[in-house]
């Protein structure tokens, strides 16, 4: 039997909730980066690493590009977990170019990336995540109506808010991809 381990990072909880249901699927183990080691991962064949979108990048990604030489060997795949909707191509294309700048061409070929969609309640978000959504939401406000992307509108539409776009089914196309890695 093949060895799978679920890492994830999560900041508020929707990440982890992803990570959880995976790792329940595929009745694999289940970690929280920051309570393992690199070296923890040695006998795993595929690592699964899942964090949140922060200002486009993805939170916690370190543990795969600085340990790519350690790891290059195994199955990787990425799960990412933001606000904006993954349905739209503007916005996996989006995570995609953030991606591309931190990931070399060989890491490129070989993580395979899933997107999933989060949540957020204003009200837990501490003081720097709230001052890094108020100059968001300001910057947005300052646009021409009629430029604004459909990014902009769901970002203004939720503001304040608390949402929860969290679902189970959005991770059937990863399970069965590992699934069908496995044999
Ligand atoms: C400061 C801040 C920046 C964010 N930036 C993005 C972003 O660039 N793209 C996105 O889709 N979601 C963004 N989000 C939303 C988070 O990715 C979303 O809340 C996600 O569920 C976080 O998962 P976690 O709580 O498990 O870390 C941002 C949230 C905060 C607080």
Known sequence: MKRIAVVFESKYGAVKKYAEWIAEDLSCSLFDRKSIKIADLESYDTIIYGGGLYAGGV??????????DKLSHKNLILFTCGLADPIDKANTDHIKQSLNKIFTAPMQKKIKVFHFRGAMDYSKLGFIHKAMMGMMYRMIMKKDVNSLKHEDKEFLASYGKTVDFTDRSMTIPMVSYIRELQG
């Open 59 to 68: 939170s916690g990604v370190k543990i795969l590009t600085k340990n790519f």
